[in-house]
């Protein structure tokens, strides 16, 4: 039977029927980059109560999933597997720095602390409040519908599926971490930091990691140069 349905679809392919599957289908692709956001882009998904977020079975939830991309970097797998435990301090309240342990990141080394951004900060602590008693060190931040770990297939197809839906063409999990990066590195000179502190925020363990995120400014470059 499943020679039969490979025949058929490579007859379908041939002719036109049906296009071929993208390698990379909703997931992040290595072979281009995903596209980033502009602010004016990205605030409308999670800033207003009538954002599309909104309109979600768990909004507080989604929002937190989508600001945990987006204003920390994280990839698909570090949401998957944050717990409160990262994200709040002794008293169990959330802190002001997202402690990441390298098990729940990438490699041996991904590990890293996060300041959290402010509108990341408020988000968690509504998310927080609305949990109540049901928040203790181990429960994931976000959540399943059974109250467990999401997976990090689960978390590339929510991104996927919000991106489609916003008809944001190319967008996927990887979008959100992608402009972290690239927003950090153009704005890290401002606060008198390197480059390497924006390495430290990604988790990356090569430098030329990060500059392989890192998008170029042409009118950048063009002031730059008339600077020297």
């Known amino acids: ?17 049906v296009s071929p599957p993208h390698p990379c289908a909703g ?21 207003s109560n009538d954002t599309y977020l909104q309109t ?7 929002r937190v999933m989508f600001l945990l991309s987006i204003k920390a970097g994280l990839r698909a797998k570090e949401i ?3 717990t409160w435990s990262m994200v709040t301090d002794a008293e169990g309240q959330v802190a002001e720095v997202l402690a990441l342990p390298n098990a729940a990141s990438k490699g041996w ?15 968690l602590v509504a998310l927080h409040q609305r949990q109540g008693d049901e928040v203790y060190p ?16 689960s978390v590339t197809k929510w991104f996927f599926h919000l991106y489609r839906d ?12 992608r402009t972290f990066i690239t927003q950090a590195a153009r704005k890290v000179s401002e606060v008198g930091g390197s480059v390497r502190d924006v390495q430290q925020l990604a988790g990356h363990a090569s430098l030329q990691t ?8 042409t009118e950048a470059k063009r002031k730059l140069v008339q600077l020297i």
Request: net charge positive; charged share 25%.
């Open 166 to 177: 916003l008809g944001m063409t190319g967008c996927s999990s990887h979008s959100g971490r």
């Open 138 to 153: 181990e429960r994931p931040v976000v959540y399943s519908e059974r109250g467990g770990h999401l997976t990090a297939s």
């Open 80 to 82: 998957a597997l944050l």
């Open 27 to 47: 997931k992040y692709c290595k072979t281009s980059k995903p596209p980033r956001f502009t602010n004016s882009e990205q605030e409308p998904i999670y800033e």
């Open 56 to 62: 979600m079975r768990y909004p507080v939830r989604d």
């Open 1 to 17: 039977m499943a020679t039969w349905t490979r025949r058929i679809r490579r007859f379908l392919l041939k002719n036109g029927v």
């Open 210 to 217: 990060t500059q392989r995120y890192i998008d170029g400014d």
């Open 109 to 123: 080394g991904g590990g890293r602390m996060i300041p959290l951004n402010l509108t990341l900060h408020t988000a």
